[in-house]
């Protein structure tokens, strides 16, 4: 049985990767020290270990005899590292060059970094393409994209194997509704089940490329297995489809109300066309399929909660 790391792997989505991945059969190591995954989200056939990717001495030897190691943790909000940049960046990016040299050093064979696709910024054309110049809105965006180029580096200096998932608003069971930033599918549930509005900022023209977690587990282990990757590429996740914040709305159904705008883009759409070549991946999971889930989880029965 192969050993592989997850770090993060507590959180929303390593949760879920690490689900996956020891459905295929993997000893799973998880590393994360719960100050944003929960120790709940921690599959119970997984070893967990709860230490601070901040702290190299800790974390190194859990990656012995690692094969594959996935960097998921991360302070992931973008207006949390806007107003704690120093915070930030120690965990994004000293924790990512901690966790980089922890996967050279045991001779592993590829990392997986899950990077973002904040690194994009605003952009004059869509869909967003990875040969695009980064532009960075936020400290977070820039961590990602340090972190991108590390793993580059880290390939051409050191020979360790390692490819970049750029994820799109990712959605789906477990997600976290808290914080300023939070993805708004995850707000408006915690507020329909509340029986409060839901709150719009601007006019909810603004259109995201909703990705199910599932199949951003899926990308993961796709981008760890196949053979066309592994020199630092950095490759789209994303459903290749934008919706507004409107139609997700009108999705979950109740009352709304519209609030200030804030600073992020006003569209993003992922081409997804690299991932599809390079790893085989394609969305398999609709919006749609992918509410109808979610308002089943919390209870939303048409315009009813029950």
């Known amino acids: 049985m192969d050993k592989v790391i997850v770090t993060g792997g507590a959180g929303f989505i390593g949760s879920h990767l690490a689900g996956a991945l020891i459905e295929k059969g993997y000893e799973v190591h998880i590393i994360d020290n719960l100050s944003g995954g929960k120790k709940g989200n921690v599959n119970s056939r997984a070893v967990f270990h709860q230490k601070d990717i901040r702290d190299f001495a800790e974390i190194a030897p859990i990656f012995k005899n690692g094969k594959y190691v996935f960097h998921l943790a991360a302070r992931p909000r973008v207006q949390v590292s806007i107003q704690d940049p120093l915070a930030t960046n120690a965990v994004n990016v000293d924790g990512t060059l901690n966790v980089l040299v922890a996967a050279r050093d045991a001779k592993a064979k590829r990392l997986v970094f899950s990077s ?112 066309k990757v592994g020199k630092g590429e950095v490759i789209n996740i994303g459903a290749g489809e934008n919706r507004t914040i409107l139609e997700v709305a009108d999705l979950i159904g109740g009352p709304k109300v519209f609030v200030e705008p804030r600073l992020e883009p006003k569209h993003t759409l992922a081409d997804n066309k690299k991932a599809r070549n390079l790893i085989g991946w394609k969305p398999e999971i609709t919006l749609e399929e992918g509410m109808e889930e979610l308002k089943r989880v919390n209870g939303i029965n048409g315009n009813k909660i029950v």
């Open 116 to 227: 973002s696709s904040s690194v994009y910024g605003n952009q004059k054309t869509l869909p967003l393409r990875e040969n695009m110049e980064a532009n960075p809105l936020s400290p977070y965006g820039l961590h990602k994209l340090i972190g991108e180029q590390y793993c580059v580096l880290f390939g051409v200096v050191y020979g360790l194997e390692a490819v970049s998932l750029r994820y799109f608003n990712v959605y789906g069971p477990g997600m976290n509704p808290k914080g300023a930033y939070a993805l708004a599918i995850g707000k408006f549930f915690e507020q329909r089940k509340k029986n409060k509005p839901l709150t719009i900022t601007s006019d909810g023209k603004q259109s995201r490329d909703f990705t199910h977690v599932r199949d951003v587990a899926r990308a993961n282990l796709l981008a760890a297995e196949s053979a």
